[in-house]
């Protein structure tokens, strides 16, 4: 397999994670723990849902249930990046990899790169509220590829949701797809998985 040309990155829980250092200190979990039952509850769509199974998942009693939801609700939810993601954005530009995210979100997007100081380090964003089309649709992917100049055989696209970056960017026809699962929850998946964009960074060179 050949080195791509470019990598697609999606947003949430891939570049920027929930910000769980208050609920953990508040509700005494470990903040692995916490991030690993919210991964678990994303597939639900309502927030009250989302924040019951979270809840559950955490360990924590159902009547706890309140304090998850005001965490979801809390401005800056997605605000921690990993200590190593800087660093394997640059490490990746270095190497001439163009680099785009794509991302189901509410049309702040670039705001929230910004935010952390991402949006320096990416060519592309595309949010699927401003786009029109939310992944996995193929057309959001194919969007992102033609505005960065490569082919989707030449790019790689990188993402936490099993269904959504992982099934959509693999039917959809990219070189790789790669799941971005830092808690470890899909270790037995016979798939490219990485728990960190360090180790996305030693994929690409072993190619």
């Given at each position: 397999m050949r080195q791509p040309a470019a990598v697609l990155l999606d947003c949430g829980s891939t570049l920027i994670h929930i910000d769980v250092a208050a609920l953990s200190e508040r509700l005494e979990v470990p903040a692995p723990q916490l991030r690993a039952a919210f991964q678990a509850a994303l597939a639900i769509e309502t927030?009250?849902?989302?924040?019951?199974?979270?809840?559950?998942?955490?360990?924590?009693?159902?009547?706890?249930?309140?304090?998850?939801?005001?965490a979801l609700a809390a401005p800056g939810f997605y605000r921690d990046v990993a200590f190593d993601t800087r660093r394997a954005l640059e490490d990746l530009r270095s190497r001439g990899v163009r680099l785009g995210v794509v991302a189901n979100g509410e049309g702040q997007l670039d705001e929230e790169l910004r935010a952390t100081g991402l949006r320096e380090l990416v060519d592309l964003s595309v949010d699927s509220q401003l786009f029109g089309s939310p992944k996995p649709h193929r057309s959001i992917f194919e969007s992102a590829c033609a505005q960065l100049s490569v082919s989707m055989a030449d790019c790689w696209f990188v993402g936490d949701s099993l269904v959504n970056d992982y099934i959509g960017s693999?039917?959809?026809?990219?070189?790789?797809?790669?799941?971005f699962d830092r808690e470890d929850l899909?270790?037995?998946?016979?798939?490219?998985?990485?728990?960190?964009?360090?180790?996305?960074?030693?994929?690409?060179?072993?190619?």
């Open positions: 927030a009250e849902e989302l924040a019951q199974a979270w809840c559950l998942l955490a360990g924590c009693p159902e009547r706890m249930s309140a304090v998850f939801a005001e693999s039917r959809a026809g990219f070189g790789r797809s790669v799941l899909w270790a037995a998946l016979p798939v490219p998985r990485v728990t960190s964009l360090s180790q996305l960074v030693n994929m690409i060179d072993a190619c």
